[in-house]
């Protein structure tokens, strides 16, 4: 799994793909995917999806398919899944969904990756729900970006669909 060490993650988790990619820049994404699950030690994944799923209960929403955007290496995603949701996790990282897929198959469960951008992402339809989660909204930096996501997440929910996000406020940066 992508958690092991350096040798354990390039034989689980690298694409063959990726090793004809130019190693500079990708090698930084690639690192960092490694080293994600690690530096994410402490996030509560089974208390997120028990929070999601109240915000599902309170506001009378009983999703059967969600998409994650931002989804990094799957851990949110796999969670649901074993809950009994469909999941499409969305991610602009390639190393990111070879840890997710990795960590998938590992568990035996099924979920859709799709290796695309969470402010231009493309669905074959709509869904029940969508998260955004682990502050991943704000890694959208420019004002129209945001607009385009907010359309997307528009266009692809069903209209009595839920989206749920978090973002870090000034008051995080501040306070905490």
Do not use: H
């Not at 990726?18 to 190693?23: P, V």
């Not at 994944?45 to 990094?72: Q, T």
């Not at 989660?133 to 930096?141: A, E, G, I, Q």
């Not at 528009?154 to 306070?175: A, W």
Request: proline share 2%; net charge negative.
């Amino acid at each position: 799994m992508c958690q092991g060490d350096r040798k354990d993650w390039r034989t689980s988790c690298e694409a063959k793909e990726d090793l004809k990619e130019n190693r500079g820049v990708i090698a930084i994404y690639r690192d960092f995917a490694f080293l994600y699950d690690r530096l994410m030690w402490d996030v509560d994944y089974i208390g997120w999806a028990d929070y999601v799923e109240g915000m599902f209960e309170r506001s009378k929403v009983n999703p059967r398919l969600i998409a994650d955007l931002g989804c990094g290496t799957g851990s949110f995603c796999l969670e649901m899944a074993k809950r009994g949701y469909e999941m499409i996790g969305i991610d602009q990282s390639v190393e990111m969904l070879n840890c997710a897929k990795q960590k998938t198959l590992d568990a035996g469960a099924d979920i859709l990756y799709l290796n695309q951008d969470m402010t231009s992402f493309e669905l074959y339809g709509t869904v029940d729900a969508i998260t955004c989660l682990m502050d991943s909204v704000n890694y959208v930096t420019y004002k129209n970006d945001l607009k385009r996501l907010f359309r997307l997440v528009n266009n692809y929910l069903n209209p009595d669909g839920l989206f749920l996000f978090d973002i870090n406020s000034p008051y995080k940066f501040e306070q905490i």
